[in-house]
């Protein structure tokens, strides 16, 4: 079986300032509903490329078919990324880490600190 998995790009707008809200459609692999913890990250390549790490900015779902990212256009994969025309194929892996504990953080207060694309990890 394949860790690699195809997805395919279904929008990209500007979220904020030097970053890019970049959606992946997964309807139809092994990966629907495996985003079970927010902070979780995936692995992202163009077909037979050289992969990079990226967090999940989108909250998990049960039966969760799309995945957000927040892209910043720096770096050679990144970018390449965020030019493909929509309907356009990536490779994907499963999504991995533990995510962040959240039943420790239930009735507390927290502060979350992040910049950049950094904020993609909090932001589910």
């Not at 902070?39 to 957000?68: C, D, H, K």
């Not at 990212?69 to 533990?98: I, N, Q, W, Y």
């Not at 995510?99 to 904020?119: H, V």
Request: glycine share 12%.
């Amino acid at each position: 079986m394949s860790d690699w998995h195809n997805a395919t790009v279904t929008a990209r707008t500007p979220s904020a300032d030097g970053l890019t809200d970049w959606v992946l459609d997964i309807r139809g692999t092994p990966l629907v509903g495996s985003h079970a913890h927010p902070g979780q990250y995936v692995q992202l390549r163009l077909p037979g490329g050289q992969p990079g790490m990226f967090a999940i900015a989108s909250p998990p779902a049960p039966n969760g078919t799309r995945w957000e990212f927040l892209l910043k256009e720096e770096g050679t994969l990144p970018s390449a990324l965020l030019h493909l025309p929509l309907g356009a194929h990536v490779e994907v892996t499963r999504p991995a880490g533990p995510g962040f504990p959240m039943e420790k953080a239930r009735g507390r207060d927290l502060l979350l600190f992040a910049s950049g694309s950094g904020i993609s990890a909090i932001r589910p």
